[in-house]
């Protein structure tokens, strides 16, 4: 079975920094895209970062650019995501998700084309 398991969040003041961290108990990891959503209350789910199945390719939200950074260590089956300079609207409970096995230098960012997810990990931003 695919399990992902998200850790990393928590409270945190305006500017501040937090690292996300996503386990992936996959067989072959390293084929799959990977990518951070998140959704806050009354909000719709959106993807904030992507990373190709080699980490050559990466996407983030126009909100995001700048401010946060995704990569993946495929010898530990994880995938991360850097969060600088928080500010309250990132506030929001944060999804590690698996996506395609295909399109090797292709990032996703539509929930759809992704087949597994995380619990999930609240951020909550203080102003």
């Known amino acids: 079975q695919v399990q992902l398991v998200e850790s990393g969040g928590g409270l945190v003041q305006a500017g501040g920094s937090l690292r996300l961290s996503c386990a992936a108990s996959?067989?072959?990891?390293?084929?799959?895209?990977m990518g951070w959503f998140r959704q806050a209350p009354g909000k719709e789910r959106e993807c904030v970062a992507g990373?190709?199945?080699?980490?050559?390719?990466?996407y983030y939200a126009d909100s995001v650019k700048g401010r946060f950074t995704i990569s993946r260590d495929n010898a530990k089956n994880t995938v991360y995501l850097q969060m600088n300079s928080l500010k309250p609207e990132d506030t929001a409970v944060y999804y590690c998700?698996?996506?395609?096995?295909?399109?090797?230098?292709?990032?996703?960012?539509?929930?759809?084309?992704?087949?597994?997810w995380g619990q999930g990990t609240q951020v909550t931003v203080s102003s």
């Open positions: 998700a698996r996506g395609p096995n295909t399109g090797w230098t292709k990032v996703y960012t539509d929930p759809s084309d992704f087949g597994s």
């Open positions: 990373i190709s199945v080699t980490g050559a390719n990466r």
């Open positions: 996959i067989r072959i990891f390293s084929s799959y895209a």
